[in-house]
């Protein structure tokens, strides 16, 4: 706990605090994730990320210029050794309203998934299901889930490695029945602090074994390439995190999301181009009727009354 922190470790964790708090508050205003009169529903997993979305958005609540409600909620798949008494314990001490919900996901998951295939796809989606119907049983406005800007990456290189897909998991996400709406608060804050801050908190993370042996999933290989180029080519991923914000969508080759068939040149159009308009050679008063080679500089250097025919000194 924080009482056998440091000075330093103590100072550490202030600052990580104010960082995380100012990236979720800067998510949350650009993606307008959380309004007036909201109720939040944070889905806890007992990971180091949902145990840093919690504390940070209850943080967040007190300060916020707007109300909203908070509930903790945690899906027990009843997992074998799941240590089901931590959550209750550790949420007991926060004063904020929290649900366990109790569904034997797992016995189903491995009924329907063969020994040593992945079980993260059907997992999800149980998941999923039984967390959107209770969102709605209990009036929550948004669901908020942990996950963080190197998740996001991570799932947009899945996709394109995988599955021939640019898709990424958005900060805000409309549920495909329209029902629930999804926010991500951590979507502008790295693992690797949210990490720091998790152990200088001393959340009591719970493990998820579930799925098995997690380094031999895709994910994981992934993972260790992002980590490697953001140790050997720092600000890389925080570069490509920009780049998908800055989508162009004219500069792609997606016939879905731009219309390349309706694109007609216009014979008018005076000749700017991409170039600025002082790079532009002096077309307009260049013989062109012979083939040959044209010294365009040439023609740039002469004025009216200096005309030359730069292109008469070509010899086939």
């Known amino acids: 706990m924080s009482e ?5 470790q103590l100072t550490r964790m202030s600052k990580l605090q104010r960082k995380l708090r100012s990236e979720v508050g800067k998510a949350i205003a650009d993606y307008q994730m959380i309004e007036e009169g909201d109720r939040v529903m944070c889905c806890l997993s007992g990971g180091k990320d949902s145990y840093a979305m919690l504390d ?9 210029p707007i109300k909203f409600e908070i509930v903790a909620v945690n899906l027990d798949q009843k997992q074998p050794g799941f240590p089901e008494e931590v959550l209750p314990n550790y949420l007991d ?20 998934i063969p020994e040593g295939q992945k079980t993260c796809s059907l997992c999800s989606r149980l998941r999923r299901g039984t967390l959107y119907g209770f969102a709605q049983k209990i009036g929550a406005t948004k669901i908020a889930l942990g996950h963080h800007r190197d998740d996001i990456i991570e799932t947009l290189f899945l996709n394109m490695f995988y599955a021939g ?51 031999n999933l895709k994910r994981a290989s992934v993972k260790a390439m992002l980590e490697q180029w953001d140790t050997e080519h720092p600000g890389r991923i925080e570069s490509i995190f920009t780049a998908m914000q800055n989508t162009s969508p004219s500069q792609g080759v997606d016939r879905e999301q731009f219309d390349f068939l309706a694109l007609q040149r216009d014979a008018d159009a005076p000749l700017k181009g991409d170039v600025a308009e002082s790079d532009l050679p002096a077309f307009d008063f260049l013989d062109v009727a012979n083939n040959g080679h044209i010294d365009l500089d040439a023609a740039n250097r002469v004025t009216k009354a200096q005309k030359i025919d730069v292109v008469s000194t070509y010899t086939p």
């Not at 940070?56 to 916020?64: D, F, H, M, P, S």
């Not at 929290?98 to 998951?109: A, G, H, Q, R, W």
């Open 4 to 8: 056998i922190l440091s000075k330093t």
């Open 56 to 64: 940070i958005l209850l943080n967040l609540q007190q300060r916020a």
């Open 93 to 112: 001490t926060l004063n904020v309203p929290y649900y366990i919900l109790e569904k034997d996901t797992y016995s189903i998951v491995r009924s329907k």
């Open 165 to 215: 897909k640019q898709k990424a998991m958005p900060p805000k996400l409309l549920s495909d029945d329209g029902a629930n709406m999804v926010i991500r608060p951590l979507a502008y804050s790295r693992e690797k602090d949210i990490a720091e801050y998790a152990e200088l908190k001393s959340f009591p993370i719970i493990p998820c074994n579930l799925c098995g042996s997690q380094e």
